[in-house]
């Protein structure tokens, strides 16, 4: 079974810092693929960044890069120079694909993440 | 703008009424999936479609729930007999291959809230 866990259910960083939000994995698979979300309090799930199991090099989108650290199972989320619209709920998610072309994601319990002016 | 609208966007109702969803790609997309968040979760798996066939379902999909993709374009869920444990987000999202990373990533559309009194 996947599992993903966010332990940080909140967040705070101070403007312009940067801020890393933990995130550790569980599978038994060799291929799969990690992913960051974004939720700000208007609902939409906004997709930030991927890692896949076997790229060699940390994943980097912007002011968004991807902590991957295979042996330990973790995809740690840093946000370098945070700005007041970072503020929002946070998800790491996990994908194996399977037959049919269907890929099975499972999410995490999210992190809360509050930047203060 | 996700490329996948989503109608109503909230949806208020009695214990036992029947909803129904609507999920418009727009664009055409042969992947598309339904999930639902509850507050303070992440998203859950519900189902899956490719092209009109519906291929996997969740086991959090009881027989009041229904989803269809007549054409393989929009899709609808409809609840029968709602529940108060069924108010949550209901979230379509669609397989896009990014432009930088070149993955297949979950795109979800704005989702519907649903709320159950």
């Known amino acids: 079974a996947q599992k993903i866990t966010q332990t940080q259910p909140g967040m705070f960083v101070q403007e312009k810092e940067a801020v890393t939000l933990d995130c550790t994995y569980d599978?038994?698979?060799?291929?799969?693929?990690l992913f960051w979300y974004k939720q700000p309090s208007s609902g939409e799930m906004i997709f930030l960044i991927y890692?896949?199991?076997?790229?060699?090099q940390n994943a980097t989108e912007g002011r968004y890069s991807l902590n991957f650290q295979k042996a330990r199972k973790s995809a740690n989320l840093v946000i370098s120079a945070s700005q007041l619209g970072d503020s929002a709920m946070y998800f790491c998610?996990?994908?194996?694909?399977?037959?049919?072309?269907?890929?099975?994601?499972?999410f995490g319990t999210g992190t809360k993440l509050q930047v203060i002016p | 703008d996700t490329g996948v609208s989503q109608n109503p966007r909230h949806k208020i109702t009695k214990r036992g009424q029947n909803v129904t969803f609507r999920c418009d790609p727009i664009?055409?997309?042969?992947?598309l999936y339904w999930y639902r968040q509850t507050l303070g979760q992440g998203p859950e798996f519900l189902t899956y479609?490719?092209?009109?066939?519906?291929?996997?379902k969740s086991r959090l999909l009881s027989d009041r729930f229904s989803a269809e993709r007549p054409k393989g374009s929009f899709s609808t869920l409809e609840i029968q007999r709602t529940e108060q444990g069924d108010s949550a987000m209901y979230l379509c999202?669609?397989?896009?291959?990014?432009?930088?990373?070149?993955?297949?990533?979950?795109?979800f559309g704005a989702g519907s809230r649903l709320t159950v009194l």
């Open positions: 664009s055409e997309h042969n992947r």
């Open positions: 890692q896949g199991s076997y790229d060699e």
């Open positions: 479609f490719q092209n009109e066939a519906q291929l996997e």
């Open positions: 999202a669609l397989h896009v291959r990014t432009v930088t990373s070149g993955a297949n990533v979950l795109t």
């Open positions: 998610a996990m994908s194996h694909r399977l037959s049919g072309g269907y890929q099975k994601v499972t």
């Open positions: 599978t038994s698979d060799q291929s799969y693929g």
